[in-house]
């Protein structure tokens, strides 16, 4: 990544839109002023100058209202009716009947929660819009022996990247040279700094915490890693959650249905009685009904709760998707690369009477080192030396097979190459969670290979919170049955579905839905459909595989488990708050109109009241954006 020095962060930084003080942000000092007119103007009406009183409560008004009078005057004008045009028609309907005190406050209050609800916004996104300050600007690349400075963006693959200590690192990459630990707690939450050297891959944003390191681009500036999360996250605030649609198509409807039931009230009242008293109540009644509260109580919370997400490295891509995983009642779990480390290594060598573990696994490295197969790498690095081989042809699914010093060997799985006298302990091994191979040699069994992809060390921990949480699990995996089986038993996992192909895990999510909401967590390509086919489909670590990433709704950019009961538990306390909003809004809506009818509650106290109530349901849902750092380790 990008030899971003602090001087370029700072940079950065400065470009970014800092948060201003309350009391330097012109948004939130008009309401101020206006609401401090307002006070005064009560202050001299009180002391007997009536005059003062007035002029202040008109400069009170006028400051308020600029407010949202012009932008509730522009969606009139192009046929859209909102909340800010009942507050502007209550407010010149109360300074017609001479209410100018009642308009002020209107206004006051209205402006100020309106200013309140922007800062809270802008607050809430803060986390999202720190993780944009991770792509440094420049890096330093290495050229013809000399190093140079160029644009991250510009950056393609193949270029080798300066990192010096303290630097982040521009794109994704492999270290050709130097050693350091590197700081990823910014991108995956793990507090632990990882140690890196020759051949290690980097991620796009990793701080170099020690030595000079040159690393080779594997990905261009601007579609690395880094971007993919950022470009998530942007997602998250362009897309609001189901109950926030669900407040919009409420709102949507009332604004006309309160300006009918105004002029009702109006009409109606006029012919049965005092036409100015009517008249008024009819204003009221506009204050009252208006859904200010149920507007902003949404998708406040979603917007701080997603925010708050981002900074222990769950990246959620909308409000809604946000809503559904606090709904989620099972999870279906892939296994290689989820449940395990994705780190498979030899642990048990069976060979027959002609040979010994040495030469069985000589054998099998000449031929796999050649191979792409998962397996391969860990056969080669278990051989404690590894011939030449020639000849070599790899038949996919099959296995492979070559010449080494004069005599064919064959690579496979027992399923295609033959175990022959070794079958009863190539089960054993299968029974005890192994992937076998078996190697032949001029066409008779040599031996068997025992690879195992060990159980992360945190799942044990994490299917007992899940429990906890009231959450079922499944395993969803293609190896076969007896392997899925003993690492099930070992994770303490009662449902396995293995030996599935890529549409029977789709499938198999479909049922588990059927019954409960699901969510299925996966890391690799072949996970894509089911990530796709769950109610909420989770990518394990942002730097996966591309098509599991476009194909969930969550991405951890960690690879620690322990962020998945810790990311429920977060949604499932913000849809509390989220419903506990609604309550209250729709409670509001249902008193307050009836009140101002019947004369109990005159204009300034519904406006109080109303106004109020939509301080309250912003402070509540700023509570979505605490959560507990989670303490995730390697």
């Not at 404690?384 to 799985?413: L, M, Q, Y």
């Not at 699901?518 to 989770?538: C, K, Q, R, S």
Request: proline residues 5%; charged residues 20%; glycine residues 10%.
């Amino acid at each position: 990544m990008s030899a971003t020095t602090h001087a370029p962060v700072e940079q950065h930084e400065s470009d970014e839109e800092h948060e201003a003080p309350w009391w330097g942000d012109r948004a939130v000092m008009i309401p101020v002023a206006s609401g401090a007119a307002f006070v005064a103007g009560l202050a001299c009406e009180w002391s007997g100058a009536p005059t003062a009183a007035l002029v202040l409560f008109w400069a009170g008004l006028l400051l308020g209202a600029s407010t949202f009078v012009p932008g509730a005057l522009r969606k009139l004008a192009t046929g859209k009716l909102g909340i800010a045009l009942l507050m502007t028609m209550s407010a010149t309907g109360a300074v017609i009947l001479g209410h100018v005190e009642e308009a002020a406050a209107l206004a006051f209050l209205y402006s100020i929660a309106e200013a309140l609800e922007d800062r809270a916004m802008d607050r809430a996104r803060a986390g999202l819009r720190a993780l944009l300050k991770l792509v440094p600007d420049t890096a330093t690349v290495l050229t013809d022996g000399k190093t140079l400075t160029v644009p991250a963006r510009d950056l393609t693959p193949g270029q080798v990247m300066v990192i010096r200590p303290g630097e982040r690192i521009a794109t994704d990459g492999i270290i050709r040279t130097g050693h350091s630990s590197l700081d990823t707690s910014a991108i995956t939450g793990e507090s632990i700094p990882v140690e890196a050297g020759p051949g290690d891959e980097v991620p796009a944003g990793a701080i170099n915490a020690a030595g000079v390191l040159q690393v080779e681009a594997t990905a261009p500036g601007t579609g690395n890693s880094l971007t993919t999360i950022v470009s998530l996250v942007e997602q998250a605030q362009a897309e609001k959650g189901q109950r926030a649609r669900l407040a919009d198509r409420i709102a949507r409807p009332l604004v006309p249905g309160v300006l009918v039931l105004a002029v009702l009230v109006a009409v109606i009242g006029s012919l049965a009685g005092d036409p100015q008293t009517w008249i008024a109540r009819a204003l009221v009644v506009l204050v009252a009904a208006s859904p200010c509260a149920l507007a902003i109580a949404v998708p406040i919370t979603v917007v701080s709760a997603v925010g708050s997400a981002s900074k222990f490295g769950v990246i959620i891509k909308s409000g809604a998707i946000f809503e559904r995983f606090g709904d989620i009642g099972h999870v279906a779990f892939d296994k290689t690369g989820t449940l395990t480390r994705n780190q498979p290594t030899v642990t048990a060598v069976v060979p027959t009477t002609d040979g010994t573990e040495e030469q069985v696994l000589a054998w099998a490295a000449a031929l796999e080192q050649h191979s792409t197969h998962p397996l391969a790498a860990a056969i080669t690095q278990a051989a404690p030396a590894t011939p030449a081989a020639v000849g070599i042809t790899e038949e996919a699914g099959h296995g492979i097979h070559g010449t080494v010093d004069g005599v064919v060997i064959r690579v496979g799985s027992p399923r295609w190459v033959d175990p022959g006298d070794l079958a009863d302990r190539v089960h054993h091994l299968e029974a005890q969670g192994m992937s076998v191979v078996v190697v032949h040699r001029d066409g008779a069994v040599a031996g068997a290979i025992g690879v195992r992809d060990e159980l992360r060390p945190e799942v044990p921990e994490v299917l007992q919170t899940l429990a906890g949480q009231g959450i079922g699990v499944t395993m969803l995996t293609g190896d076969n049955e007896r392997t899925a089986r003993a690492l099930a038993a070992q994770a303490g996992i009662g449902d396995v579905r293995a030996e599935l192909r890529p549409e029977g895990k789709s499938a198999a999510v479909d049922e588990l839905r059927a019954h409960r909401p699901t969510a299925m967590i996966g890391d690799g390509i072949n996970d894509a459909p089911a990530l796709a086919a769950a109610d909420v489909g989770i990518a394990m670590g942002a730097t996966g595989s591309d098509a599991a990433i476009e194909s969930a709704d969550i991405a951890f950019t960690g690879q620690d488990l322990r962020l998945l009961p810790e990311a429920i538990a977060h949604a499932r306390r913000g849809r509390r708050i989220v419903n506990q909003n609604i309550v209250l809004s729709l409670l509001i809506i249902a008193a307050l109109p009836p009140l101002a009818i019947t004369g109990v509650l005159g204009l300034a106290a519904v406006v109080l009241i109303h106004e109020v109530a939509e301080v309250l349901v912003i402070l509540n849902g700023l509570r979505a954006a605490r959560t507990r750092q989670p303490t995730l380790g390697r």
